[in-house]
């Protein structure tokens, strides 16, 4: 899905993690999400850590569920975030998105970042981690050093933002320079701001393989 070709329907949306992350979602919301997810063929439907027993409850296997962990600042300890992560997936999870250790980013202690996302990692070894690095906070050279931090932690994709920091969403630039570093070692996550379906066709020309959307609907029915 490169160019000027339009891509089909399910092919976006196989690309898609349909995301509903607001803190006062209800039950009934999120079961609505994930019925979402399972009429396009989303790649997964993304909840905050409480709502997976719902989730997975409404999916029965038909959508995968992706909790966020360390959310939304990735402030916490590294143990606790290995036993969230660890409870989500007990609580049926398939996919984790957690935040890295920003405040280590912002002192260059990669090592640091690195050893954070290394102990979710443990924690959770068989399922697709992806490492959020609030992309908009850092110029060319700290993100490149937090794609390779997240990458020697274990991470299976770099994510570019949480869609909750001040800083900013996603953006074209950063998409293009993590996949430039991370290569083939692993893929890349694009979310915060993608509102409309050029925006996300930008972002998949640019490396994403992932997008982390909540405005799914709108989107793929301008596929109409």
Partial sequence: MTGDREPTRAALAALIDHTL???????????DAVTVAIRFGCAS????????PV??????????????????HGANLSETKAVEASGVVAQGAREVDMVADLSALADSDYS?????????????????????????????AQL????????AGGADFVK??????????????????????VGGRARVKASGGIRDLSTAMEMIDAGASRLGLSATESILSELD
């Fill in 21 to 31: 992350l607001r803190p006062e979602a209800t039950s009934a919301e999120v079961r």
């Fill in 55 to 72: 989730a997975v409850e409404s999916a029965v296997g038909r959508v995968p569920v992706c909790a966020v962990v360390g959310f939304p």
């Fill in 160 to 181: 570019t933002s949480t869609g909750f920091h001040p800083s900013g969403g996603a953006s074209t630039a950063a998409v293009s320079l993590m996949s430039e570093r």
């Fill in 112 to 140: 640091a970042v690195s050893s954070d996302v290394a102990r979710v990692r443990a924690a959770v070894p068989h399922v697709v981690l992806k490492v959020i690095l609030e992309s908009a906070l850092w110029n060319g």
């Fill in 45 to 52: 439907v993304c909840v905050q850590p409480a709502m997976v």
């Fill in 144 to 151: 490149e050093a937090a794609c390779d931090a997240a990458l």
